[in-house]
């Protein structure tokens, strides 16, 4: 695999923008990755001007939503070097999403080559301020011209790549979310565990019935029963319980989080014990009434870690921290986000320098 770039003239170069006004994937930046699937082979990936695409109005992505993305970020360390925090496991996180949509899959490094190309070649966007970061979406579409509920033949693979501000922008405050016990996110045998739009198209009516509640964002429960918690928002959710710290198992329909697993992988070594298992809304709900339950917080690529404060179920709130973020939240929050900027010692080897500012 060889990647291509197009010249672009220094004068068709956007103005990066104020750090403060940057929000979330507001912005893009001047140039993206594009690679095509076409007769069972990839070509060779092109660095182009960022640009629309033109689509058949058949292309049965439009149709049938046979799509899939990641989402990762480039990081500025103080000292100038950029980082990119654990990118293989978003590859092969893609490589297993294609393979449930029945979409090809590209080799590991592949991808990371991609990512990497364009990111060192968009380098003047990543921005330096505290907690921002340079987000990186790279999707696949079918994008062949024919209907009938069918596999593709053709693909688009492609990266574009957001500056984005710090997530916690009024402060790193606990919030209460809805648990949400008529939607649900996914199903079992379903899409649940695979990052496809669909998932996220599913859940925006919850999402638009908990906000105008006044929550930000839902707790899902588990299709069947609706009893296990599954994710919160697009995060994954993790409960404290003292020292120990329970997340919902791998079922199928909750999405492998990255920061998932490295929250799993680091707490012990910080001390604390961790559980993969199923957990019932009515457990979380006796550990909170009982005060065994001490704290809660969701993870994600966009957040890192988000403090829970509490919950609305059945009409009825449950306070966990109040206003405060406890200490295991937070301790995990530093340790993470100072990995990631090169700030703290990366016992994993997780970060993974790609050059320099
Ligand atoms: C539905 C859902 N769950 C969990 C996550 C967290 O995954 P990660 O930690 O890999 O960002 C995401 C974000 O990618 C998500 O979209």
Request: charged share 25%.
């Amino acid at each position: 695999m060889k990647i291509l770039t197009e010249e672009l003239s220094p004068d068709r170069l956007k103005p990066l923008v104020d750090p403060a006004e940057l929000g979330f994937g507001r912005y893009f930046t001047d140039r993206m990755l594009i690679r095509r699937f076409k007769d069972g082979r990839w070509d060779d990936p092109k660095i182009v001007p960022y640009q629309n695409f033109t689509l058949d109005p058949a292309a049965r992505v439009l149709h049938y939503s046979q799509e899939i993305f990641e989402g990762l970020k480039a990081y500025a360390g103080d000292d100038g070097r950029i980082f990119l925090f654990r990118p293989e496991e978003n590859a092969r996180r893609m490589n297993r999403s294609a393979a449930r949509m029945c979409m090809p899959t590209m080799p590991e490094e592949d991808f990371l080559a991609c990512v990497t190309s364009l990111v060192v070649a968009e380098k003047r966007w990543i921005p330096r301020a505290t907690g921002t970061s340079l987000y990186i979406r790279p999707p696949m579409i079918g994008n062949e011209a024919a209907l009938g509920v069918h596999p593709s033949d053709e693909y688009l693979f492609f990266i574009i790549l957001s500056p984005v501000g710090a997530y916690f922008k009024t402060g790193f405050k606990p919030v209460r979310r809805y648990v949400e016990d008529v939607y649900v996110r996914a199903v079992p045998g379903g899409v649940g565990d695979a990052k496809t739009g669909g998932n996220y198209a599913a859940t925006l009516l919850a999402g638009a019935l908990a906000e105008e509640k006044g929550f930000s964002q839902v707790l899902w429960l588990d299709a069947r029963e609706r009893r296990y918690v599954e994710e919160v928002g697009s995060m994954n959710i993790f409960f404290v319980f003292g020292t120990k710290l329970v997340t919902p198992a791998l079922s199928g329909s909750i999405l492998p989080g990255i920061t998932r697993d490295s929250v799993l992988k680091l707490a012990p070594r910080l001390g604390y014990e961790v559980e993969e298992r199923p957990i019932g809304i009515d457990e979380v709900i006796a550990g909170i009434e009982d005060g065994h339950l001490t704290e809660a917080f969701g993870t994600g690529t966009a957040c890192v870690i988000a403090p829970v404060g509490g919950f609305q179920y059945k009409r009825r709130d449950y306070t966990i921290t109040g206003e405060e973020v406890g200490p295991v939240t937070q301790r995990l929050y530093d340790e993470l986000v100072g990995i990631q900027y090169g700030r703290k010692p990366d016992p994993f080897g997780w970060v993974k320098e790609i050059g320099r500012l």
